[in-house]
């Protein structure tokens, strides 16, 4: 079975600050790792995903996060955080290449940008 | 890239009628579709998985009866939620995989329903 874990569901930064939103995971198998953006009543929008090689991927809009198999995350990072930043946050988590389709979401991270 | 479209994206209806929501896949197909809802501030979650040509496979929990799903091209799903109530209201989102293999799922823009 898998899971997603998302740790605080709310994170408040200073604009121009480091954005760190937390991701563990849990998989039987070598999971594929997915990072969305959900801006108010809108559907999601990939940032980014990790599934093979690299571990350190590189999503749109300055974000980026690391596969780190040992401690089973994949935390979301931008260094230098921007008010068009805020939004809601998930991470989610899909059997590797032969597993079903689906995705397994977290509970997602509201990311607030102080002016 | 792949597009995927819901229609409408916001509709509100009387207590006991139904609605209709409907999932296309813009650029490419889509053998199967994922629909998911989203209740205020929570995650989303599966309903059910819309397959082309075959009957869709429920979630534990999902009433079939209530929230009906066509899949009748490999461009389009439908969801019929039938004889709604007011804690059917919520955000229903709709996916679906670009490709075989491509790992991730591209969302429409999500549709709100109300019921009164």
């Known amino acids: 079975a898998q899971s997603v874990t998302q740790l605080g569901s709310h994170v408040s930064v200073s604009e121009g600050a480091l954005v760190l939103l937390r991701c563990n995971y849990s998989s039987s198998v070598p999971p594929y790792l997915f990072w969305y953006v959900q801006y108010p009543n809108q559907g999601l929008q990939l940032l980014l995903k990790?599934?093979?090689?690299?571990?350190l991927v590189k999503g749109i809009n300055g974000f980026e996060a690391e596969f780190k198999k040992s401690e089973t995350s994949f935390h979301l990072t931008k260094p230098s955080a921007h008010m068009s930043d805020a939004a809601e946050y998930f991470c989610?988590?899909?059997?590797?290449?032969?597993?079903?389709?689906?995705?397994?979401f977290g509970t997602g991270t509201r990311l607030t940008v102080i002016p | 890239g792949a597009v995927v479209s819901q229609h409408p994206s916001w509709v509100i209806c009387k207590s006991g009628t139904s609605v209709k929501i409907e999932c296309r896949s813009l650029?490419?197909?889509?053998?199967?579709m994922f629909w998911y809802r989203q209740f205020p501030k929570q995650s989303l979650m599966l309903m059910a998985t819309?397959?082309?040509?075959?009957?869709?496979?429920?979630e534990q929990g999902v009433e079939k009866d209530k929230f009906l799903i066509n899949h009748a091209s490999l461009t389009l799903s439908t969801l019929t939620v039938t004889s709604a109530h007011p804690e059917d209201s919520s955000f229903y989102i709709c996916?679906?995989?670009?490709?075989?293999?491509?790992?991730?799922?591209?969302f429409g823009e999500g549709s709100r329903l109300t019921v009164l």
């Open positions: 990790y599934t093979t090689g690299a571990t």
């Open positions: 819309s397959n082309e040509g075959s009957k869709a496979t429920y």
């Open positions: 650029d490419f197909q889509a053998t199967t």
């Open positions: 996916s679906a995989p670009p490709g075989q293999g491509a790992g991730e799922l591209f």
């Open positions: 989610a988590v899909k059997l590797g290449q032969t597993g079903a389709n689906n995705l397994f």
